[in-house]
């Protein structure tokens, strides 16, 4: 299954990001953006947020970023079993008198550990404080990004030397990371990190980069040595490897001093060792901590590290504000109680209106009813003082009338069987106490006579004849008259 991740590396005058896909054990760079942020108005939350917009990277994939280097802290604190159980845990208390960061500002995790002699350990913890963990949230809040990860640069650069050379999981390894204001150094041990040292260093101001890379060299070898000395308490072995990292082009001083220096193999890092890419995107190595990044979700694999995102969540969470949540429920309720009122009223409209088009449409019907009836009051109690009075005159004629034959019987049993089909309309129809002459239309013979047919089975119709059937001269109607006899027998 396919994976992305976006690392971006965050600067003090840059802004990197490196969009990384994983396909089961390969990996692939998708996208690579690198600019300056040299200005003020030069936003990096501005910046990611144009990566998506402008520059087509994958707005669902994961994201990590790093923390800047002056922000992070490392210590090698030695302490008993007991002690390393405590830090494990996430003890704070016991980092108070370790770093520059009060006890309720800490944000930190244990990186690694090594035994000592004594039943010592060497614990290597990072550390930042809230607030700085907070101005990085807060960048990508304002980018409209939820971050997976928030790693310290060196972690990300080891996981990028760890997927393009894997040679450094075994053995004791030196990394040298150069950027534009600090010198990293770590030592790794069968692929963990045992220290880390960040160093500041002055920026090239002239052009003479031979000279300026001459002295970092200098520099480098003797903090490697102590470094080294610091760790594993003697000389360098010469046959340890030096993995070297700058945002430039290395010049072949650089790499001399060191080597003649130090006695040792350096590699130069190629980010693109192991990890495909296309030439549209290929780069230098200062891409090495933004893949890195990427690689720290997508291969945990392959080296560990730290999330200060996850080290301490109760330093990061903003503290809750009760009256600004209250004042927010105030409003909420108050926006739910106005649209239901307004709801109320366009419903009271709405059946208003339904009642006047009824009224309007039984005031109508009462009309075409009776039309004698001037005055309207009620109409409907009107319509059923009438219906009464009809129900009165006919039970009082009805007992005159054969019961057999009465009009009303006779009428029904005629508009029951009027067929289906044919489009049968009665035009004219006049009723007597024998007979029943009709003339109507039709759309066919067939259906005068099958009407014929259906009368005829009608018990007390003796007599069905059909007359008069024609066409008419300039259309599609029949005309047709029908008389039925009926038979008449009065019950005494």
């Known amino acids: 299954m396919a994976k992305r991740c976006i690392g971006i590396d965050i600067g003090s005058s840059y802004l990197r990001a490196v969009q990384l896909l994983r396909k089961g054990e390969e990996f692939c760079i998708e996208k690579v953006f690198s600019t300056q942020t040299r200005r003020a108005t030069d936003s990096p939350a501005n910046i990611i947020r144009s990566l998506v917009r402008q520059y ?3 707005r669902r994939a994961d994201v990590a970023i790093s923390m800047p280097y002056d922000t992070v802290f490392f210590r090698n604190l030695e302490t008993d079993f007991a002690g390393l159980e405590r830090i494990r845990e996430r003890g704070l208390s016991s980092l108070e008198h370790n770093f520059p960061i009060q006890e309720d500002e800490i944000v930190a995790q244990v990186c690694s550990y090594r035994p000592l002699p004594s039943d010592k350990y060497s614990v290597l913890t990072a550390a930042v404080t809230s607030e700085s963990l907070r101005e990085r949230l807060n960048i990508a809040a304002a980018a409209k990004v939820r971050p997976k990860l928030v790693e310290a640069a060196i972690f990300a650069i080891h996981s990028a030397i760890t997927v393009n050379h894997p040679e450094i999981k075994t053995g004791i390894a030196i990394i040298i990371h150069i950027n534009e204001s600090y010198l990293t150094l770590a030592v790794t041990q069968n692929n963990n990190i045992l220290i880390v040292r960040n160093i500041p260093i002055n920026p090239c101001l002239d052009n003479d980069i031979d000279s300026f890379q001459e002295q970092v060299a200098e520099m480098l070898s003797r903090e490697v040595e102590v470094t080294w000395q610091k760790v594993f308490g003697g000389q360098i072995k010469q046959d340890t490897k030096i993995y ?28 693109y060792a192991k990890v495909k890419c296309s030439s549209e995107h290929n780069g230098d190595a200062a891409i090495c901590v933004a893949e890195g990044l990427a690689l720290r979700i997508l291969a945990p694999d392959k080296a560990a590290g730290t999330n200060f995102l996850k080290a301490d969540r109760a330093h990061i969470e903003p503290a809750l504000d009760l009256k600004k949540e209250f004042v927010i429920c105030a409003i909420l309720a108050a926006a739910i109680a106005l649209v239901s009122l307004v709801g109320m009223f366009m419903r009271l409209s709405h059946l208003e209106t339904k009642y006047a088009r009824i009224k309007n449409e039984i005031r109508k019907v009462f009309q075409s009813t009776l039309p004698e009836e001037k ?20 039970r009082l004629f009805a007992s005159f009338c054969p019961a057999g034959s009465a009009p009303l019987k006779i009428l029904h049993s005629i508009t029951a069987n009027i067929p289906s089909q044919g489009n049968v309309k009665i035009d004219d129809m006049l009723i007597t106490t024998e007979s029943v002459r009709l003339s109507g239309t039709c759309n066919s013979f067939e259906s005068v006579y099958q009407w014929q047919q259906l009368l005829g089975e009608i018990p007390r119709f003796t007599l069905v004849d059909v007359q008069n059937v024609q066409k008419e001269p300039e259309g599609e109607a029949i005309h047709f008259t029908i008389l039925i006899s009926s038979a008449i027998q009065e019950q005494k």
């Open 56 to 58: 087509a990277f994958d």
């Open 244 to 271: 070297l990292i700058t945002e430039g082009n290395v010049s072949n001083v650089f790499e001399t001093i060191v080597e003649e220096k130090l006695h040792c193999q350096t590699t130069i890092v190629d980010p």
């Open 375 to 394: 005055n309207i009051v009620s109409p409907l109690a009107q319509l059923e003082q009438k219906l009464e009075s009809f129900r009165k005159d006919y």
